[in-house]
């Protein structure tokens, strides 16, 4: 949702990216209910700090029934940044990578470096099971949150495209 | 004084005809039969969340994948998962089942359900949710296999309330 959805349509859409606005907490658990649903497809959600922390039981639900299939990256960049940019819990030592272990989620790490997040990122695409990636990034985001992609039409663009995947 | 069994092989039964294949929830005393019966259930998906919140979310990736699922929880539970179903389910359009029991009703002795109950409805008429009661067993089948008509048809969320008439035998 905000600074991630628009930075990850800014980079090019493609109609398998859904863009969860608004309901904050909620992008991890439509990713337990997508991978249960489809289980021999990869589901990754990008989150926020702010999101993950409005949510925390979910990481707990996720780790009970461990998708195998889902990836959760959470962009901490310590702070709201979509909304003014004030700091989160993160910023005075909220760990989410250890909330996440200490949840039984059976992969988890913590990146603070491009290419240690593009080692652990495929590493979690490679390994067969839930894994949840905290990534360390600056609180830096796109210059503005226009996208040119109405929400529904996403959301119905999204869905087609899953049936046309389990058509195939 | 106990929860009808019959009621409850009556409501899961009716879920399992309308196509539901993935169940959330979060228990209440009026809800234990129905869980179970997920439970034992190979061809369920049961998901035991922390918050009924998160059902919203879990509801609405099934949906989107392609699955019909419902929603188990108190009328508590339904009010601790408004924003999921304002900022999500209604503004992305997701249709939701949710079976709630609606505690705090006329014959409730527990004193801590009254309140709730008092704005269970209100609160479902202020976010123009259709909702309808479960309350005799001859019904229950016909009941909730319109209201998933409608969530499917509107793609919003529709609610059915457990009574105490249909759960509770004294
Ligand atoms: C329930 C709720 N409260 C507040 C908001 C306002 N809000 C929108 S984005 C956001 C911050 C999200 O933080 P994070 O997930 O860390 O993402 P970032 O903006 O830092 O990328 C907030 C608080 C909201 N959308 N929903
Ligand atoms: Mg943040």
Known sequence: MGAVAAELYSLGHRPNFFYLEHAMGLASSTGLGLSLSLPNKKVIVLDGDGSMLINLGSLSTLARYRPRNLTIVIFDNESLLSVGGFPTATSTGTDLEGIARDAEVPQTGTARSVGEFADRFQNALNTDDLTVLVTKVEAVGPPGFHMDLALLENRFQFQRHIRSLEER | ?170
């Open chain 2, 1 to 170: 004084m106990v929860v009808s069994e019959e009621s409850s092989r009556t409501v899961y039964n009716s879920l399992k005809g309308v196509g539901v294949q993935l169940v959330s929830a979060l228990p209440e005393t009026w809800l234990v039969h129905l869980i179970r019966l997920a439970e034992e259930d190979p061809d369920m998906t049961l998901v035991r969340v922390n918050k009924e919140e998160e059902a919203v979310g879990i509801s609405a990736g099934a949906h989107l994948a392609g699955k019909t699922s419902a929603m188990l929880m108190q009328n508590h539970g339904f009010f601790a998962s408004i924003n999921g179903i304002v900022s999500f389910a209604m503004l992305y359009r997701i249709p939701l089942l949710m079976i709630i029991s609606y505690r705090g009703g006329m014959g409730e002795r527990d004193t801590w359900q009254t309140e709730g109950g008092r704005v269970t409805e209100p609160v479902l008429q202020a976010l123009g949710i259709n909702y309808t009661m479960l309350d005799s067993r001859d019904t229950v089948t016909h009941r909730i296999k319109e209201a998933h008509v409608l969530a499917e048809s509107s793609l919003r969320p529709v609610a059915l309330l457990l009574t105490r008439d249909l759960m509770w035998e004294d």
